[in-house]
């Protein structure tokens, strides 16, 4: 793609689209690899990893009637007027699709996807929705 000078890195609107067009395809074959590997036998224990799991659950529940006890941060002591929520409900990156319109959101769901050309013709045809609602 870079050879086509299509994504600009800098600019937020091209990578909404790369985002769009490539994170559910990544999270897709993250769930292939992640299923196969813990499905996978080891030859030490002649098992695979999820039945380890789930044997050691049987024998040594953990985590499972546990209280949740939330951590004292001493830094919000010094600030009574924080009201961010706590770390742990964050997320790390926020989508770049949701600045978008709600309409720009919904034609984009709308869109079939070809996977032609690596996805190149996709992220053009992306690209072009976005164009047409923000400018």
């Known amino acids: 793609m870079e050879e086509e000078h299509i994504p600009d890195p800098l600019n937020v609107l091209h990578l909404a689209a790369l985002h769009h067009i490539f994170v559910p395809l990544i999270n897709e074959k993250l769930g292939v690899w992640k299923t196969a590997w813990s499905h996978h036998r080891m030859q030490t224990t002649r098992s695979t990893p999820a039945q380890l799991w789930l044997t050691g659950q049987v ?77």
């Not at 002591?77 to 742990?88: F, S, T, V, Y």
């Not at 990156?93 to 690596?118: K, M």
């Not at 996805?119 to 045809?125: K, L």
């Open 59 to 135: 024998n040594n529940p953990v985590g499972l009637d546990a209280a949740v006890v939330p951590i004292e941060d001493p830094e919000e002591e010094l600030d009574e007027g924080n009201i961010e929520q706590p770390h742990a409900e964050r997320s790390v990156f926020h989508s770049l699709l949701c600045s978008l319109p709600e309409a720009c959101r919904n034609e984009l769901r709308s869109i079939i996807r070809t996977n032609s050309n690596h996805g190149i013709d996709d992220v053009q045809t992306t690209l072009n929705i976005i164009n047409s609602y923000i400018s």
